[in-house]
Structure formats: C-alpha cells, structure tokens
C-alpha cells in the first residue's frame, strides 16, 4: 500500500481453524464428520483489519507471528485483503497463534489454542512514527496478552491523542481475575472501551450492561460501548445513553463477531457518524459475520452493508 493506513489495528494475530457446526462432539476414537473445515487469518487485530478493508478503510495490522510456515501464510492472507502487513513482526522461534474453533448445532464455540507469538507482543511494537499518519489507534485482546503492560500503553494512547488520534480498547479476559489494576490508569486515555457483557462482568463485578458502562466512565473512558450478542449492545458517554437492537440473522459461528462490531463503530467514526449511527453500522458487520464459519468470510463489504441498512432499520433508542 502507498498510502499510509488510516487504523492501526493492535494485538491479536492468529491462524484460524474453523469447522461448520457438527451435529455433537466426537467420543473418543470416533469420526464426526464436519461439510466443510476453513483455514484463515484471525485474532482481534487481523479480524478488525480485515473488516475494516472490506468496509474501503486503509488498515495496517501491527502484531506478531511465528517463523513458522503460518506466519507466512497468514502474512499472504492478510495482504490478499488488503491489509498493510509491513507492522506485522516475525518472532523467531516462536509458533504463530493457532485456535481450533469446534462448532456443535446448538451450542456455543469451543476453542482449543496456542498462545504462541502472541506472548511476545508488547506495546513497544507499536509503531509511534505511524500515529503521525493515521486517524485511528485500535488495541484488541488486551488483558490476555502476557507483556502488553498498563503503565507502557499508557504513553502511547496519551501521544495519539495528542496528535488528535481517537484511540479504541477491546479486551479479551481468559477467566475471572483482578483486572480492574490493568485498566485503571489506561482508560482515561480511550476514547472507546468496548467490552462485551461477560468481560464487563468480569472486571467490575456489575451485570447490568448499562451500569457497566456508566462503570467505565467513572473510570475515565470516554465512550463506553458493552457487546450483548444477540441481545444487541448499550453505549454510555458523558450525555449520551443508548440501547441498540441487534440484526436478525441465520447464526451460523460466532467466532470474530465482536471484532466485526468493533471494525463497524470505526467505520462510523471515520465518516464523523454520531453514536447512534456508529452502532447501526457496527451492529450490521457483526451480524454479517455470524452467517457463515470463519472470523471475516461473512463480513459485509461496504456497499453489502450500506444495502443491508437501507432495507433493514434498526431501533436504536435512548435509555431514560
């Protein structure tokens, strides 16, 4: 790519293998029989790129991959997208992430995974000549990843804002821990905290999504947007409180739908849309995503999507 990339799309890389839904779990020794089994790009960082170049974005994805045969072919699959890889770093020695994705009729995903070259990424490999070109500075799978440290993103959300770049933070969280000492001084530097309900549990101990929310913003975020899946999404800001309705869709596999509706609300902030408007687009990619297995195959394209609206509104309503 010539152009500089307008996102820069940090963390998570990973090799996807992904089945479709089988009718139950093999015992042990037996063959299930899957129609179809898919190799591709994924993790929060490549989804979110991905979607976003589909979506006509200029996206750079900056993580890392093994020197394995993976990294290189992830690294192809991500330029065959469209994707500015010149971010992407080769660790040597290290394995590239791989997650196997099972899909039972019924039942929600089972992942197997190894955490690979992932576990080397660190907030250093953020590029910060690059924030002096793009608009955009998105962080995902933060919390799950070993050497990505507070007190080191900290500078680098404080410098893209200075340079008047809006800086986005999703998490991924492995299981119950203390993570609120991870995010307490980070926040007040994110633009968009963008959590899903469970994560959001997770971290601050409340189940109700829109006292998440409101949760975050004491913590200094500037926009809090919590994911609900099918159940749609609640964003909170200083004067803004909304309730978006989710797309109906045949769900097929789940796997990159938040990554679909972070790549949406980017979008959305890109063409200078207001709140409301950033969820009907983020909720329209997430819901693409889910129709087929893999982390982006099913992602709208730009004028899919633009069409997919014009015939199919969405109620997004202010909470009282």
């Given amino acids: 790519m010539n152009a500089h990339p307008e996102v820069l799309c940090c963390g998570i ?3 996807d293998h992904v089945c479709t839904p089988i009718a139950r779990l093999p015992e042990a020794g037996e063959l299930v029989m899957a129609d179809s089994m898919l190799l591709s790009s994924g993790g929060c960082a490549a989804n979110a790129a991905v979607d976003l170049a589909k979506m006509g974005v200029r996206a750079a994805v900056v993580g890392r991959v093994g020197d394995d045969m993976f990294g290189g072919v992830i690294a192809d699959m991500l330029k065959h997208g469209d994707v500015d890889v010149s971010s992407l770093k080769v660790t040597p020695g290290a394995d590239t992430s791989q997650t196997l994705i099972v899909n039972v009729v019924g039942q929600d995903r089972r992942f197997i995974h190894t955490f690979g070259a992932n576990g080397q990424f660190q907030a250093a490999d953020i590029p910060l000549d690059r924030l002096d070109h793009c608009k955009i500075l998105y962080l995902g799978g933060y919390l799950v990843m070993p050497k990505i440290l507070q007190e080191e993103l900290v500078p680098i959300f404080a410098r893209a804002r200075q340079k008047g770049v809006a800086t986005l933070l999703d998490v991924v969280t492995p299981g119950p821990g203390d993570y609120l000492p991870l995010l307490d001084r980070l926040l007040p530097h994110v633009d968009v905290f963008l959590p899903n309900n469970h994560e959001a549990e997770l971290i601050c101990g409340e189940k109700d999504p829109l006292r998440q929310a409101e949760f975050f913003l004491r913590l200094g975020a500037k926009t809090a947007v919590i994911t609900m899946g099918a159940e749609g999404a609640v964003l909170a800001s200083e004067h803004t409180r909304l309730r978006a309705a989710a797309y ?10 938040g990554d679909a509706f972070d790549a949406g609300f980017i979008y ?21 995503c889910v129709r087929t297995i893999g982390t982006t195959p099913g992602v709208f394209t730009r004028s ?4 997919y609206m014009a015939q199919n509104p969405l109620r997004v309503e202010e909470i009282q």
């Fill in 13 to 15: 890389v990973v090799a």
């Fill in 268 to 288: 959305g902030l890109l063409g200078k849309q207001g709140p409301a408007a950033c969820l009907r687009v983020a909720s329209a990619l997430g819901a693409s």
């Fill in 304 to 307: 899919e999507c633009e069409a």
């Fill in 248 to 257: 109906p869709v045949d769900f097929v596999d789940g796997s990159g739908g």
